[in-house]
């Protein structure tokens, strides 16, 4: 099957490249070889790989950026969307985008299921939840809402944002602040990566599918479980939410159910799990001696 990637270098365009590569033929776009916000640009490249998939895993994924450059956000992560779809559709291509928990208010208290009302409260919110209409507009698409994503990506040994953060905090004998009320469902890169290839492989009916680790916690239960898995003291500062400046809002009860997705046959390890085989994927000279 040729399967086109765009967003290829990112933590998960990389990870679905690699997942994909062993099995399909891939030809992985990564941002400077394709801007997804030029229509034209983005129908020639759809043109020239004749692709039977396009997963699309470019993104503007900067809350706070998308917040202060709102016309960027909503060309690349709602019209982007748009004309990858419709490229897709005209060649009677399989269409799969990654959306986010930001399409939620996070004034849930259960996990959001795919049926829940969305309701955006940051223009990064409302700018993917614009790629999610954008994508379900054509026949054969998939929706893949991710939060929380941490792992390695191809291109580095490390991964960066929160969760790296904070292992590197706990490595130096430091005290990472982290919520005590936020409550999230991680993502494994990897694992949404296996997940977007086994999608892609059975075909469930189209629609929108949460694809996130089993289960959810707070950000201090998950640094807790970071800290044991280290082997180090569980030095967290505990913060609040409504004690915490941000630019941009954020939901404050992020967890996703992924119920949907396993009746469709793809299962998603648990968080815990995850983090486990995360930990194992570290370069040992961030565990402490004994």
Same mark, same amino acid.
């Given at each position: 099957? /040729?399967?086109?990637?765009?967003?290829?270098?990112?933590?998960?365009?990389?990870? *679905?490249?690699?997942?994909?590569?062993?099995?399909?033929?891939?030809?992985?776009?990564?941002?400077?070889?394709?801007?997804?916000?030029?229509?034209?640009?983005?129908?020639?490249? *759809?043109?020239?790989?004749?692709?039977?998939?396009?997963? #699309?895993?470019?993104?503007?994924?900067?809350? %706070?950026?998308?917040?202060?450059?709102?016309?960027?956000?909503?060309?690349?992560?709602?019209?982007?969307?748009?004309?990858?779809?419709?490229?897709?559709?005209?060649?009677?291509?399989?269409? *799969?985008?990654?959306?986010? %928990?930001?399409?939620? %208010?996070?004034?849930?208290?259960?996990? =959001?299921?795919?049926?829940?009302?969305? #309701?955006?409260?940051?223009? =990064?919110?409302?700018?993917?939840?614009?790629?999610? !209409?954008?994508?379900? +507009?054509?026949? /054969?698409?998939?929706?893949? /809402?991710?939060?929380?994503?941490?792992?390695?990506?191809?291109?580095?040994?490390?991964?960066?944002?929160?969760?790296?953060?904070?292992?590197?905090?706990?490595?130096?004998?430091?005290?990472?602040?982290?919520?005590?009320?936020?409550?999230?469902?991680?993502?494994?890169?990897? +694992?949404?990566?296996?997940?977007?290839?086994?999608?892609?492989?059975?075909?469930?009916?189209?629609?929108? =599918?949460?694809?996130?680790?089993?289960?959810?916690?707070? !950000?201090?239960?998950?640094?807790?479980?970071?800290?044991?898995?280290?082997?180090?003291?569980?030095?967290?500062?505990?913060?609040?939410?409504? %004690?915490?400046?941000?630019?941009?809002?954020?939901?404050?009860?992020?967890?996703?159910? #992924?119920?949907?997705?396993?009746?469709?046959?793809?299962?998603?390890?648990? !968080?815990?799990?995850?983090?486990?085989? =995360?930990?194992?994927?570290?370069?040992?000279?961030?565990?402490?001696?004994?």
């Amino acid at each position: 099957m /040729r399967i086109l990637v765009t967003g290829a270098r990112g933590r998960l365009g990389s990870s *679905v490249v690699e997942a994909c590569a062993g099995v399909h033929e891939v030809t992985a776009l990564a941002r400077a070889d394709l801007d997804i916000g030029d229509a034209a640009a983005v129908d020639a490249a *759809v043109d020239r790989a004749s692709p039977e998939v396009v997963v #699309n895993a470019a993104a503007m994924a900067g809350v %706070d950026e998308a917040e202060s450059h709102p016309v960027d956000a909503l060309t690349i992560n709602a019209f982007g969307v748009q004309a990858l779809a419709r490229a897709a559709a005209r060649r009677g291509a399989l269409f *799969v985008h990654y959306s986010t %928990d930001f399409v939620f %208010d996070g004034t849930a208290s259960s996990p =959001y299921t795919e049926s829940d009302a969305t #309701n955006p409260r940051s223009v =990064y919110g409302l700018s993917k939840r614009l790629g999610e !209409w954008f994508t379900t +507009d054509v026949p /054969r698409s998939y929706v893949l /809402r991710v939060e929380t994503l941490f792992g390695p990506t191809a291109h580095a040994a490390r991964s960066k944002g929160s969760v790296a953060t904070i292992v590197d905090a706990l490595k130096a004998g430091e005290s990472p602040k982290v919520f005590v009320d936020r409550t999230i469902s991680p993502t494994y890169v990897p +694992d949404a990566a296996a997940a977007t290839l086994q999608l892609i492989t059975r075909q469930p009916p189209p629609g929108i =599918y949460h694809c996130v680790n089993t289960g959810c916690c707070t !950000w201090f239960d998950f640094g807790a479980e970071l800290a044991r898995r280290l082997g180090v003291e569980p030095r967290l500062t505990p913060i609040h939410f409504a %004690d915490t400046p941000l630019k941009a809002p954020r939901p404050q009860y992020c967890a996703l159910s #992924n119920q949907k997705l396993k009746a469709a046959g793809i299962e998603m390890p648990t !968080w815990q799990d995850a983090l486990g085989r =995360y930990i194992a994927r570290l370069p040992v000279s961030l565990f402490p001696e004994a």
